[in-house]
T-cell receptor, first 118, second 112 residues
Framework: GAVVSQHPSWVICKSGTSVKIECRSLDFQATTMFWYRQFPKQSLMLMATSNEGSKATYEQGVEKDKFLINHASLTLSTLTVTSAHPEDSSFYIC??????????????FGQGTRLTVV | ELKVEQNPLFLSMQEGKNYTIYCNYSTTSDRLYWYRQDPGKSLESLFVLLSNGAVKQEGRLMASLDTKARLSTLHITAAVHDLSATYFCAVDIVGSQGNLIFGKGTKLSVKP
């Protein structure tokens, strides 16, 4: 299957600082990328959807000024957690999809990023 | 409201036994996925089911899809310890941008 690379795999940061997470589709052009968050022992919850070249669409309850998403190219989306607090500590996973003759292709997931805010 | 319900949420099995995990969903879907997640890791794709009556098998795992009943099953045959993990089903909603709706996951523990 296609490869989605997420970086870093884990990061520890101090409260109040910002952290950037990258999500790259390595062998296909991702027209849409998704950012999910997963708390311990819970399922994945969608945070936002981003389409290349346009503003991200955030799910209800997700602060767009805190979780900045940029999808500047068809192969790269970034999630920046601004002014991080301990409650932002979580596992963040990106997913990427393309379109083939108008149909959505299979969803591919990155390796995830474990964020710990101390 | 879109719902994807998985059961059971916890499953403790003995090696060699068989069991089935169920995934019910509440709206029309054009694709259903099964994933495995090991602790601290991301999702590993197991199966993608595209049409009614689809059945796929890989090793000791077999997945099926009944779109009329909006039900998918993941059947485990002769479980081994290496299958211990959390299993998620996820649904692709017709007409959506492509985000998946996940079930809560089934934590499987296979004991010797």
């Amino acid at each position: 299957g296609a490869v989605v690379s997420q970086h870093p795999s884990w990061v520890i940061c101090k409260s109040g600082t910002s952290v950037k997470i990258e999500c790259r589709s390595l062998d296909f052009q991702a027209t849409t990328m998704f950012w999910y968050r997963q708390f311990p022992k819970q399922s994945l919850m969608l945070m936002a959807t981003s389409n290349e070249g346009s503003k991200a669409t955030y799910e209800q309850g997700v602060e767009k000024d805190k979780f900045l998403i940029n999808h500047a190219s068809l192969t790269l989306s970034t999630l920046t957690v601004t002014s991080a607090h301990p409650e932002d500590s979580s596992f963040y996973i990106c997913s990427a999809r393309a379109r083939d003759r108008g149909r959505k292709t299979e969803a591919f997931f990155g390796q995830g990023t474990r964020l710990t805010v101390v | 409201e879109l719902k994807v319900e998985q059961n059971p949420l916890f499953l403790s099995m003995q090696e060699g036994k068989n069991y089935t995990i169920y995934c019910n969903y509440s709206t029309t879907s054009d694709r259903l996925y099964w994933y495995r997640q090991d602790p601290g890791k991301s999702l590993e794709s197991l199966f993608v089911l595209l049409s009614n009556g689809a059945v796929k098998q890989e090793g000791r795992l077999m997945a099926s899809l009944d779109t009329k009943a909006r039900l998918s099953t993941l059947h485990i045959t002769a479980a081994v310890h290496d299958l211990s993990a959390t299993y998620f089903c996820a649904v692709d909603i017709v007409g959506s941008q492509g985000n998946l709706i996940f079930g809560k996951g089934t934590k499987l523990s296979v004991k010797p």
